[in-house]
């Protein structure tokens, strides 16, 4: 069956500029997790939904970062007014269910703010 | 404080040695703990996992992990490297996130490179 799919698979932007990243996750799985991946870092937890649960949006490092996952599917990772830190590989992985089970990685958004 | 800890950022080992990618954790409760791999330009893959049950797991391309619940480590192993083994290598650990949430939580990783 199909990955975990995303996009764009690079985007350049100019700062100040508002980005969307999207998300596929596979079929029925009820996890949702973004992370960030900077260069010479581990995974920076973002947002986590699981279900029709309010998301976890704990790990989002300002206001500028929102989330959603429309109809317990698709999600999309919106960066408003991007800042050249913002610049990263943008990860989205999905699970059947919660934290024990495996998770399910797409090939990621480079991300990458001038 | 729940975390996982890499200690080393790089490991080299010659193609045909046994390779070890160590991990460390600390944790309130059972531990979750999970090993990716990351090959250049894609997305992590799963490994194995410990959740319960053996403290031996074996996982994909030949490699294993043992939980050891009195050093809290779940060290990476695989008897003999391969050139095609050389990757990103991340240790996960279930823990509590700010939000109240259990998630996993990645060590920084350790880059391996198998020499031929």
């Known amino acids: 069956g199909a990955g975990v799919s995303q996009s764009p698979s690079n985007k350049v932007t100019e700062k100040g500029k508002d980005v969307e990243l999207r998300c596929d996750p596979i079929?029925?799985?009820?996890?949702l997790y973004w992370y960030r991946q900077s260069l010479g870092q581990g995974l920076e937890f973002l947002i986590y939904?699981?279900?029709?649960?309010?998301?976890?949006k704990s790990g989002l490092p300002s206001d500028r970062f929102s989330a959603e996952r429309t109809g317990g599917s698709v999600s999309t990772l919106t960066i408003q007014r991007t800042q050249q830190e913002d610049s990263a590989v943008y990860l989205c992985?999905?699970?059947?269910?919660?934290?024990?089970?495996?998770?399910?990685f797409g090939p990621g958004t480079r991300l990458l703010v001038l | 404080a729940q975390s996982v800890a890499q200690p080393e950022d790089q490991v080299n080992v010659a193609e045909g040695n046994p390779l070890t990618v160590k991990c460390t954790y600390s944790?309130?409760?059972?531990?979750?703990l999970f090993w990716y791999v990351q090959y250049p330009n894609r997305g992590l893959q799963f490994l194995l996992k410990?959740?319960?049950?053996?403290?031996l797991v074996k996982g994909s391309y030949g490699f294993e992990a043992e939980f050891n619940k009195s050093q809290t480590s779940f060290h990476l192993k695989k008897p003999s490297a391969l050139v095609s083994d050389s990757a990103l290598y991340f240790c996960a650990v279930r823990a509590l996130s700010l939000g109240g949430s259990y998630i996993p939580t990645f060590g920084r990783g350790t880059s391996l490179i198998v020499h031929p």
């Open positions: 410990y959740i319960t049950g053996d403290n």
């Open positions: 939904f699981q279900g029709n649960s309010a998301p976890d």
């Open positions: 944790v309130s409760g059972n531990p979750y």
């Open positions: 992985a999905s699970s059947r269910s919660g934290f024990q089970e495996t998770q399910y």
């Open positions: 079929s029925g799985h009820t996890a």
